[in-house]
């Protein structure tokens, strides 16, 4: 079975700290992977925050999640602190691509716990159709907070 390998493009447009609650473990005692994917959702949410956005609010634009992919690398455990690092690329007129590195530090050793891809696809709700990336949203993506 070929394994997903996901590259995270260099230049990060933010990185976020997002505590590992326990109602974020699974039978296993670890990170389960829907909690996973709300963390990636969390992540992407106070990123447009910051920006001024919603995902249902973006110039009068929306967002549609349009794919996602999941590289897990290493077990998050309670008490872990992700260091969630969001990168963009593949930004075309209607829909852009979020990478996402997960991190945590434990005895001083800084430890991978995924990668991740979502494809998002701006969304007009009121007339149900596809719309462009409003350009605003365009320069918040292309912004790299390392340089």
């Known amino acids: 079975m070929a ?3 996901i590259n995270i493009p260099p230049g990060f447009i933010t990185t976020l700290s997002i505590p590992v609650r326990i109602t974020d473990l699974n039978y296993g005692n670890h990170l389960g992977n829907d909690s996973l994917v709300s ?3 969390e992540a992407r949410v106070q990123w447009l925050k910051l920006n001024g956005y919603t ?4 110039e009068g634009t ?3 999640m349009g794919d996602l992919a999941v590289e897990y690398v290493s077990e998050s455990f309670y008490g872990d602190v992700l260091q969630v690092s969001i990168s963009a690329a593949g930004i075309t007129r209607v ?3 979020l990478f996402y590195l997960l991190e945590t530090s434990r005895q001083g050793n800084i430890i991978t716990i995924a990668k991740a891809k979502t494809g998002m696809v701006c969304y007009d709700y009121s007339m149900k159709r596809i719309a462009p990336v409003p ?3 365009v320069k ?3 912004h790299n907070s390392n340089g």
């Open 3 to 5: 394994r997903i390998k």
């Open 39 to 41: 963390i990636l959702h």
């Open 55 to 58: 995902e249902l609010d973006i």
């Open 62 to 64: 929306g967002l549609i």
């Open 95 to 97: 829909s852009f691509e």
């Open 135 to 137: 350009l605003n949203l």
């Open 140 to 142: 918040a993506l292309e």
